[in-house]
Nanobody
Framework: VQLQASGGGLARSGGSLRLSCVGL????????IGWFRQAPGKEREGVSC????????YYADSVKGRFTMSRDSATNTVYLQMNSLEPEDTAVYYC????????????????????????WGQGTQVTVSS
């Protein structure tokens, strides 16, 4: 199980970026997916997630209303659209996947930032300038 994250870069405050996470050799439809980030000197934190059967993602309060997580089954890709970026969003962003059989959708949805994951992407740097 391998994940490949991309799409990071430099943006100005108020700008947008779209991150992508591709599943290599497996179907993301069979996994719960989460996005996390880690800023310099800080602990990793959850950003967004959705279960394999969820109709809507769960978002951290810090990004709610600005970030949108989505899935494209045709390309086996999960996206994180980030709008209205702020300097506080500067971090390395990671996608992570866990098999849906490991946690029920309801359990995962309420605990997605604190469960164990089977695979992590390599991280993509997002830098937002003021």
């Amino acid at each position: 199980v391998q994940l490949q994250a991309s799409g990071g870069g430099l943006a100005r405050s108020g700008g947008s970026l779209r991150l992508s996470c591709v599943g290599l050799g497996f179907s993301l439809n069979d996994y719960h997916i989460g996005w996390f980030r880690q800023a310099p000197g800080k602990e990793r934190e959850g950003v967004s997630c959705f279960s394999s059967s969820a109709s809507s993602p769960y978002y951290a309060d810090s990004v709610k209303g600005r970030f949108t997580m989505s899935r494209d089954s045709a390309t086996n890709t999960v996206y994180l659209q980030m709008n209205s970026l702020e300097p506080e969003d500067t971090a390395v962003y990671y996608c992570a996947a866990v098999r849906f059989r490991r946690y029920s959708s309801s359990y995962y949805y309420t605990r997605c930032f604190n469960v164990g994951y089977d695979a992590w992407g390599q991280g993509t740097q997002v830098t937002v300038s003021s």
